[in-house]
């Protein structure tokens, strides 16, 4: 078996891993390089000869969750090797590229990348998928800042590895996380854990856990009357949060674009059908230009709206403000905080002028990713046998800096080397 780590491995996102055997190959995400601020940065991988190459004997690809640094390469890929993603995620996708469809100059390249997810086959969470002669993937579920987020286990020539993706303990459905290892995963051995370590040099050691944010979102809409929320239109955990929050404000109604509107139902209809807390049903209101009666109605009761920071919000919020009091106005801010702080890399000076309209401004999130703790547990529960691969992190951070123990420590792989004949290329 040799696993190849064509990028990750000093970086978060544009994650792609490679796990292949003398007859079969097996691609594991196809990410692009993570923005920086509101620029797309060059991405040398970002051309079809390059993921045509890289797909080369190629019998399958598996995406571990829609986030763009996993999966948007997966244009380039030629159409005779199978793509594979979880099923929400691939409903979650279709309804952001039909939504980009008509961004003006993009429409072709838009519609081509429609048709092109259509083709992507989907896998279901604890059934294996053999690929190629002797590729067996396994994917199991992992609770992330995306829903429909997996893990996957890899097993040929008789050797088993584990890729953990992105994932975090502190979300509304980690509590399977641990025993899912333990079940699943731990009985017959790991060989190789390849694990994000995201979280590795981010000072938060007190991780608010998902549930605890949604008490501070109902104490802040007590507080204020009129909610503006600027988070992620894709995270189903948030979205849940600030939804259940909303409800317990009895009368005031849940307002975004038809877009999100979109996306809170087929969250409705798919996890909502499993989960009470996906079920958004609480006085929703998906609108698009103005609407007398609900106008009077969040005037009249206060609201909690979904915002983008994109120029139709800003002109939304711009008519809306004058009309409301200041005073019972604030935006909570519900992102990751770099892209506000002019001296972080992913600073993004948009989005601190839509942040800068509104008269309060109210930090509330948490993190899609593992805290050195959780990431710690995880390193040790799996405790594999040869090497603990570390990707999706910052380049000067360190795995051995985790709790895991000399032995598991002398396992932290980040070079190019045969080990138990297994042989590691990082790229
Ligand atoms: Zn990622
Ligand atoms: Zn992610």
């Not at 731990?186 to 549930?211: A, F, S, W, Y």
Request: aromatic share 8%; proline share 4%; charged share 25%.
């Amino acid at each position: 078996m040799r696993i190849t780590i064509h990028r990750g491995i000093d970086q978060i996102g544009g994650c792609i891993a490679e796990i292949c055997t003398e007859k079969s190959k097996v691609l594991i995400d196809l990410g692009h390089n993570l923005p920086q601020g509101d620029e797309l940065v060059e991405d040398k991988m970002d051309n079809p000869a390059t993921i045509e190459a890289l797909c080369e004997g190629c019998d399958a690809i598996f995406y571990t969750h829609y986030h763009s640094d996993h999966v948007a390469l997966f244009h380039h890929v030629p159409d005779t090797v199978p793509q594979y993603i979880g099923p929400l995620a691939k409903q979650v996708m279709a309804i952001q590229l039909n939504h980009l469809v008509h961004i003006p100059g993009e429409q072709e390249q838009r519609q081509a990348d429609v048709a092109r997810l259509k083709s992507f086959r989907t896998f279901e969470a604890a059934k294996p998928v053999l690929v190629g002669e002797d590729i067996r993937i396994t994917p199991y579920f992992v609770s992330h800042s995306a829903a429909d987020a997996y893990m996957f286990l890899i097993e040929a020539d008789d050797r088993r590895v584990l890729h953990t993706g992105d994932f975090r303990g502190h979300g509304y459905l980690s509590k399977g996380l641990l025993p899912t290892l333990r079940k699943y995963i731990v009985p017959q051995g790991v060989d190789v854990l390849i694990c994000e370590g995201t979280m590795l040099n981010r000072e938060e050691k007190n991780i608010v856990h998902e549930n605890d944010l949604k008490i501070k979102a109902v104490e802040l809409m007590r507080r204020y009357k009129n909610v503006f929320v600027l988070c992620s239109s894709t995270d189903m955990d948030r979205l849940a949060t600030f939804h259940a929050a909303n409800k317990q404000m009895r009368c005031r109604p849940f307002v975004c674009d038809n877009y999100q509107k979109d996306l809170l139902n087929l969250f409705t209809e798919t996890a909502g059908k499993k989960s009470p807390l996906y079920a958004f049903d609480h006085k929703v209101y998906g609108v698009e230009r103005h609407n007398e009666k609900l106008y009077d109605w969040m005037l009249k009761e206060g609201f909690t709206m979904l915002v983008r920071t994109s120029d139709k919000y800003r002109r939304w919020v711009e008519s809306l403000l004058p009309q409301l009091n200041p005073d019972e106005t604030v935006l909570v801010y519900s992102m990751f905080r770099g892209y506000i702080l002019p001296a972080h890399t992913a600073y993004n000076p948009k989005t601190k002028a839509f942040v800068e309209r509104f008269p309060n401004f109210e930090y509330l999130h948490t993190s899609g990713h593992a805290t050195t703790d959780t990431l710690a547990e995880v390193c040790r529960t799996v405790n594999p046998s040869t090497a603990i691969i570390p990707i999706h992190r910052e380049k000067d951070s360190d795995f051995a800096s985790l709790e895991i123990g000399d032995e598991l420590r002398s396992r932290v792989t980040t070079t190019s080397q045969t080990v138990d004949g297994i042989e590691i290329v990082v790229k």
